[in-house]
């Protein structure tokens, strides 16, 4: 059972160019989610989708857009990157949505952005 | 709006002394809470759960509503507790879905 699959798992850009981060989960959960994690900063929640077809911002979505394509796969793109997004980006997701959220977690795209 | 921090960003213990990972929380309704960890290369997974009043790996955390806390401890640590520790609380968003913040997290290092 993969669980919450990333990739890719390493991604060097130049400032400007773009790039889609992928997720994609087989445990027929409906949430997915985007973090980014930065030395000192802990998680920080860049996008959420709650349920297919349906996607909302976080604490940091600026610069970044997403796409939930359907109930596995969830996206993150960056269309201009910058120094800033050089970051780990975890992509998570959960069963329902409800109150109570255990979150199980992909791998990780270190992403530097020089 | 919710906030959850970790005063310590690194705590050093010897092994075989107690341990204790601070958690404060803000958050204006009832807090559902967790402590997340990450081992060295390996993904981050939940290790305990407010709700499920639970010992795991020997940590346990209670959650006491009058000083707005929800400490991780553990009475002896070992070297392979080495690792990241995220305090993290589920609250109502915004925009009308639980989300789950995280702490900034603390770093244990266990002294062998």
């Not at chain 1, 400032?15 to 900063?41: E, V």
């Not at chain 1, 120094?83 to 997701?93: G, I, L, M, R």
């Not at chain 2, 390996?42 to 940590?59: A, D, P, T, V, Y």
Request: proline letters at 4%.
């Amino acid at each position: 059972n993969a669980g919450v699959t990333q990739t890719p798992k390493f991604q060097v850009l130049k400032t400007g160019q773009s790039m889609t981060l992928q997720c994609a989960q087989d445990m027929n959960h409906n949430s997915m989610y985007w973090y980014r994690q930065d030395p000192g900063m802990g998680l920080r929640l860049i996008y959420y989708s709650a349920s297919e077809g349906t996607t909302d911002k976080g604490e940091v979505p600026n610069g970044y857009n997403v796409s939930r394509l359907n109930k596995r796969e969830f996206s993150l793109r960056l269309e201009s990157a910058a120094p800033s997004q050089t970051s780990v980006y975890f992509c998570a997701s959960s069963k329902t949505g409800g109150e109570v959220e255990k979150l199980f977690f992909g791998s990780g795209t270190q992403l530097s952005v020089l | 709006a919710q906030r959850v921090t970790q005063p310590e960003k690194l705590l050093s213990v010897f092994k075989g002394a107690p341990v204790e990972l601070k958690c404060n929380y803000s958050y204006s309704g009832s807090p559902e809470l967790f402590w997340y960890v990450q081992y060295s290369r390996q993904r981050l997974q939940l290790l305990l759960r407010h709700i499920s009043r639970e010992s795991i790996k020997g940590f346990t955390a209670d959650l006491n509503k009058g000083e707005t806390s929800f400490h991780l401890k553990k009475p002896f640590a070992q070297e392979e507790d080495s690792a990241m520790y995220y305090c993290a609380l589920s609250g109502l968003s915004g925009a009308g879905s639980y989300q789950l913040t995280f702490g900034k997290g603390t770093k244990l290092s266990v002294i062998p």
